[in-house]
């Protein structure tokens, strides 16, 4: 079936919205859509199922998202290659959802490209034998001419998806950062000779003010190049997760409460900026809150103000811990008085210590030692769990606020913990043995493996709810909306011209 491939000039161009905004689009329009990402670089991921086997893998966040956006189930075949930063100038190496190897950039291409790239292509001929339509998504810029006889999102899927039936290339600018049209010119210029006929328009986002304002500058992009502009989109943000590292926060980012800025109503969530933090996806449930802001903020940053501390995932736990003891955070942290909430990584750093850390760290040690708010203790070994998780929580009364529920998520670890003496578990699963250690309690403080822990309902509204009640006040969730951010993705992409794209690659939509 045809490949519609979602190229970009930059990073954070903009591709995953637009990407997402095209499944939820054509999917409602009655096409059988499915998203593609051939290789993808994140520490945000997904633990999906694995289309070529047993059990469980990781996809980046943003083919999650697109999957659910097209109403397709997500697996592995989605995002079939995926590398994850993890310190030292290595990444872990993901195939078809499964470490396989930790790799340094130029061993990856000398070593394993070749592989990759097999898996890529076999993921992508199964979508496409399955579905109407493939939404690929690019990586980076598909005009980084260094990489072009090795990039796999962007010049390698339209070439193996070519081989079986018609591909389409639409180029995504970014006009906020300037310098769009040079950028837009530079770019086609520098698509490989052999895709050039393959690119059928270009679409230029996060636009602000009037569009009209640009039509002389259009009508001249579209004369030099002869590639039409097929929509200008708004600036808007629909919401959906960030995964691209341009958009990792910030030391000092305030986001949430008004599109992120900062004032002193609401209560206030502090993450510490781990150096290798992976999943920050996490607190993106909380930021969409009202009265809600979420300061991500400097290892050495003051506690004073916050409401509540969150410590989220990390690819490197060791080397986090190491970093967080170099800030005396540990200390800044026992003193402080209000709720405490590690997620996976944090829920480790929250223990008594880390055995066998040098097969996580970059360095020699055997045993680092914890903060020490959660009697418990992690041990790393070779083996990497990722399996889609149901548990049931039963807090009575502590930092996650009153609640009773049964919660999903998924877990995304490499290391074993358990208690140390006696401790508070309001985490049990609902399949498998009771006695696991899937979570901590100890007073004001919390940990849990669960990612996706803020994305059920009933722990966030009893999360931030007490947290409104520690101050005095009471909080009212009056965000429920009828519309998803994948119908907001949709909403902004059916400004451009749709149709047009389906023509390039032959699909008719309702």
Known sequence: MPTLLVAGTASHAGKSTVAAGLCRL??????????????????NARAVPRATG???????????????????APTTDHNPVLLKPQGGGESQLLLDGRAVADVAAGRYYDDHWHRARDVAAAAHARLAADHDLVVAEGAGSIAEINLHHRDLSNVETPRFARESDAVGIVIVADIERGGVFAAVVGTLELVPDDLQELVCGVVITKFRGDPSLLDSGLDALESRT?????????????????????????????RGDDDGRADETGVLVVVPRLPHIANYTDLGPLESLPGVRVAYRALDASLDDADAVVIPGTKNSVDDLLALHAHDFGGRLRDFSGPVVGLCGGYQLLGE?????????????????????LPVETRFDE????????????????????????????????????ATEPVETPFAPV???????????RGRVVGTYLHGLFENRAVRESFVGSLFESNGETWVDASDEVETPY????????????????????????
């Open 226 to 254: 002869g590639v039409p502009v097929l929509g200008v989109l708004p600036y808007d943000d629909p919401g959906l997760p960030e995964e691209d590292s341009v958009s990792l926060p910030r030391s000092g980012t305030v």
């Open 26 to 43: 054509l999917a409602d329009r009655g096409v059988d859509v499915a998203p593609f990402k051939a290789q993808n670089m994140s520490t």
């Open 431 to 441: 399949d498998g043995d009771p006695t696991a250690a899937l979570g901590a309690a």
């Open 487 to 510: 119908d907001r993705a949709a909403a902004l992409v059916a400004r451009m011209d749709v149709d047009a794209l389906l023509d390039a690659v032959g699909v008719d939509a309702d």
């Open 353 to 373: 210590r880390l055995t066998n850390a040098a097969l996580e760290g970059t360095g020699d040690d055997d045993v680092v030692e914890g903060l020490g708010l």
């Open 383 to 418: 083996e990497k769990r990722v399996v889609a998780t149901r548990l049931r929580i039963d807090a009575a009364d502590g930092p996650l606020g009153r609640v009773r529920d049964t919660v999903d998520g998924y877990e995304i670890h490499q290391g074993r913990t358990r």
């Open 54 to 72: 047993d059990g469980f893998g990781e996809v980046g966040v943003s083919q999650y998202v697109q999957a659910r956006a097209a109403r397709v």
